[in-house]
């Protein structure tokens, strides 16, 4: 039957994948899903606590309690989260160096140069222009 060879197709590739991003670091396996999470929880917290006070109508004819002020407060919050939490875990080598296998101990004595994405770079709100 040509459908479950198609699932099955679809739920190995997506192991693979996932294997392949978990290999290449924790950082770029947890952080994401901590950000779906994180999404979803406050999209329900912020349009139960101000849902339909402020614009009436549904967001979603296909889920009418979805609300516009849920999403908006979902996309603020998360951006919020996933600002600082990033910045947060990517603190930890065991989270962004790459593994060499999988167990079911966590890897405390990891060492590697970190990929230049981890590297901090000076922040300033102020223009290069601006005198300092």
């Known amino acids: ?9 679809i739920i190995f590739g997506q192991m693979q994948s996932t294997l392949s991003i978990i290999y290449k670091g924790l950082f770029w396996y947890f952080v994401p899903a901590a950000i779906v999470m ?13 849902g339909r006070k402020i614009y009436d109508q549904p967001l979603l004819v296909l889920s009418p309690n979805k609300t516009y002020e849920g999403f908006i407060g979902a996309i603020i919050w998360t951006s919020i989260f996933a600002f600082f939490f990033s910045g947060h875990v990517s603190q930890f080598k065991w989270m962004i160096c790459p593994s060499t296998s999988l ?3 966590p890897h405390l004595y990891v060492d590697c140069i970190p990929n230049k994405v981890f590297n901090e770079i000076p922040f300033s709100s102020l223009p290069r222009w601006w005198p300092q």
């Open 1 to 9: 039957d040509w459908h479950l060879f198609v699932s099955l197709m």
């Open 38 to 50: 994180t999404n979803d929880i406050m999209a329900y917290f912020t349009g139960v606590a101000l």
């Open 103 to 105: 167990t079911l101990q």
